[in-house]
């Protein structure tokens, strides 16, 4: 359908090879990784950074080149004696990943190139419909994206990031969504499906730790190794990185902040808690803020209804934000706590004025909530914003293809949630 990968996606079909050759593709993602970080570096700067030789930095960048995947930003003229530095940085269109977001309220997917920018994107705000429509509506977005491509460029697609929640069918009550078609999720295999149709590889995760492989990558992970992300949208998902890497977890949930327990809200519009406690879920999600807007017909709020109720300066956006704040402090206290976390990450399908009012007040929050003796952690507004998930599962394929992780050095084949060579 858009084109079989070509040389760039190797790193899932490679076999156990001697140490000399997975020592030689790691040392070329950290060349790429650095490159990521800085935007531009001389042979010489990367040599530094990398700890490798000249002869050995002069390898790579050949071959990096050659695979079109870094090319020459002009020369450094420093002053001094000598040649200027010819400069390198990554090529744009050196490999390129699609993106798809499932999420209960909305179909997203997205072009990306090898350096995060959104060349295209196709979004569909509705309540998610049955996996076969759904599928239909991602293979016709596909193919239109696709066509933004050269025939040389379908080549260089990595494959296809699929973002979802892996619980579709759950916590409805919670979100107070109607049944509709999510039991029908539990049991379709959407990334088997995309594959088939498109003969790509195809990147499975949960949505929130795609969204923080996407801020890890091309956000402010350029410059943070260890931070806690949170993303704001129908629902609100979540994501660890540590030490420069995504944690997982044993089921791929690892930084679920959506089941994080906490009071009960004080809204009258929020559904009452089974138990004693409620969840993060509940109350710090844009369905609790629709359900407060509008409480006989939130199910039919847009984004844009959401995102006008806050430019207006509606109360009940007020009294909404209020209570999300409430509900995040003890959740950040508590995560703070456990991880000794420096930074967290909060992003959301908000977007504008959003994201210095929710900054402002959550900060604010947890300075005055921190424990004696203990700092609190800053905040600070994620990258993409209504883009973090589909970007997110776009950068899926860069990341296990292109990432420096550790297992490349042994040879290991580690299995990814998709079940594909991470």
């Not at 490679?14 to 935007?39: C, F, H, K, P």
């Not at 050995?56 to 000598?82: C, F, M, P, T, Y």
């Not at 997203?108 to 429509?133: C, N, Q, S, W, Y």
């Not at 930084?255 to 519009?269: C, H, I, N, R, Y």
Request: hydrophobic share 45%; proline share 5%.
């Amino acid at each position: 359908m858009v084109g079989r990968p070509g040389q760039v996606n190797t790193s899932r079909k490679s076999a156990r090879g001697s140490n000399s050759v997975q020592l030689r593709r790691y040392n070329e993602r950290i060349i790429l990784q650095i490159l990521r970080r800085v935007q531009r570096a001389s042979k010489a700067d990367l040599a530094r950074a990398a700890k490798l030789t000249n002869a050995a930095i002069g390898a790579i960048i050949q071959s990096l080149i050659e695979d079109g995947l870094i090319e020459e930003d002009g020369k450094l003229h420093g002053g001094g004696r000598g040649q200027p530095a010819t400069q390198l940085k990554l090529a744009p269109r050196g490999a390129f990943g699609f993106g798809v977001r499932v999420d209960r309220t909305n179909l997203e997917t997205v072009l990306v190139d090898f350096e995060g920018k959104v060349i295209g994107r196709r979004a569909h705000d509705m309540l998610l419909p049955a996996p076969l429509k759904a599928l239909e509506i991602i293979k016709r977005d596909l193919e239109s994206l696709g066509a933004l491509l050269t025939t040389e460029e379908h080549g260089r697609l990595t494959g296809i990031g699929l973002a979802q929640p892996f619980n579709l069918g759950a916590w409805l009550h919670e979100l107070a969504l109607p049944e509709g078609n999510f039991k029908l999720w539990d049991d379709f295999d959407m990334t088997e499906a995309l594959e088939t149709e498109s003969g790509l590889p195809v990147f499975r995760e949960n949505d929130g730790t795609a969204a923080t492989v996407a801020e890890l990558f091309y956000g402010h992970g350029r410059s943070l190794d260890d931070f806690l992300y949170l993303f704001i949208g129908p629902a609100i998902g979540g994501g660890l990185c540590l030490g420069g890497d995504v944690v997982r977890g044993v089921s791929g949930n690892a930084g679920d902040v959506a089941m994080m327990p906490v009071p009960p809200s004080t809204l009258e519009t929020a559904p009452r808690p089974k138990k004693g406690f409620d969840i993060l879920l509940t109350r710090a999600s844009l369905v609790s803020l629709a359900r407060h807007l509008d409480p006989e017909n939130f199910a039919d709020l847009s984004r844009l209804d959401l995102q006008a109720a806050m430019e207006r300066k509606d109360p009940r956006f007020d009294e909404w934000l209020e209570d999300c704040v409430g509900a995040l402090t003890p959740a950040l206290g508590a995560a703070f706590a456990l991880l000794d976390i420096p930074q967290v990450i909060i992003d959301s399908d908000l977007d504008g004025e959003f994201a210095r009012r929710m900054t402002d007040a959550l900060t604010a929050s947890v300075i005055e909530a921190a424990p004696e003796a203990r700092s609190a952690p800053s905040i600070r507004f994620g990258s993409f914003g209504q883009d973090a998930g589909a970007i997110g599962a776009a950068s899926l394929p860069m990341f296990f293809n292109f990432s420096p992780r550790a297992e490349i050095l042994t040879g290991g084949m580690k299995k990814s949630s998709a079940g594909v060579a991470a």
